[in-house]
T-cell receptor
Framework: GAGVSQSPRYKVAKRGQDVALRCDPI?????LFWYQQALGQGPEFLTY????????KSGLPSDRFFAERPEGSVSTLKIQRTQQEDSAVYLC??????????FGPGTRLTVL | GENVEQHPSTLSVQEGDSAVIKCTYS??????FPWYKQELGKRPQLIID?????GEKKDQRIAVTLNKTAKHFSLHITETQPEDSAVYFC????????????FGSGTRLLVRP
């Protein structure tokens, strides 16, 4: 079956622009995670959904970051008024409850 | 909060030799420890994982050991091959923390032919 997909794969934004990143999880996976991976670093947790409920958003770096999963499937990570420090790869992962997390290919965001 | 430390940051071995990567974690509630392999520009892919109710797990050339008392776990790759060259990340998680993965900083493994 299809794995986790993300779009766009690459996004270039001017500082101050808003961006929206999409994640399509594996069908049937109730858990969905967003991570941020800076160049040369390990992924860092941003937020977690169980179905449509956002149960943990402790990793979101500022109130410019917002995530939603309204129907318990596709998720969108939105970044408002992008800053240069937001440049990173944004990874989405999905899993069965408590199971192995399968990662998407990521969206590479570059803020100029 | 949970912290995971990983070392070495880089590791170069001759093809056929073994490679060992070590991680320590801080949260005693952690009970799931996966290892991911990430090739340049690609997604992280799980290569092996271990839960806290076992001390060792092996899958062909790859093994992971866990010492809960010392809060450390290690990845062992035997008979290394050039295609093993990649960045390897350890991680820890627990049900108490929403199963979010806390990653180490990564080890860049180079297997010289």
């Amino acid at each position: 079956g299809a794995g986790v997909s993300q779009s766009p794969r690459y996004k270039v934004a001017k500082r101050g622009q808003d961006v929206a990143l999409r994640c399509d999880p594996i069908s049937g996976h109730v858990s969905l995670f967003w991570y941020q991976q800076a160049l040369g670093q390990g992924p860092e947790f941003l937020t977690y959904f169980q179905n449509e409920a956002q149960l943990d958003k402790s990793g979101l770096p500022s109130d410019r970051f917002f995530a939603e999963r309204p129907e318990g499937s596709v998720s969108t990570l939105k970044i408002q008024r992008t800053q240069q420090e937001d440049s990173a790869v944004y990874l989405c992962a999905s899993s069965l409850a408590g199971g192995e997390q399968f990662f998407g290919p990521g969206t590479r965001l570059t803020v100029l | 909060g949970e912290n995971v430390e990983q070392h070495p940051s880089t590791l170069s071995v001759q093809e056929g030799d073994s490679a060992v990567i070590k991680c320590t974690y801080s949260d005693s509630a952690s009970n799931y420890f996966p290892w991911y392999k990430q090739e340049l520009g690609k997604r992280p892919q799980l290569i092996i994982d271990i839960r806290s109710n076992v001390g060792e797990k092996k899958d062909q050339r790859i093994a992971v050991t866990l010492n809960k008392t010392a809060k450390h776990f290690s990845l062992h790759i035997t008979e290394t091959q050039p295609e093993d060259s990649a960045v390897y990340f350890c991680a820890a998680s627990s049900e108490d923390s929403s199963y979010k993965l806390i990653f180490g900083s990564g080890t860049r493994l180079l297997v010289r032919p």
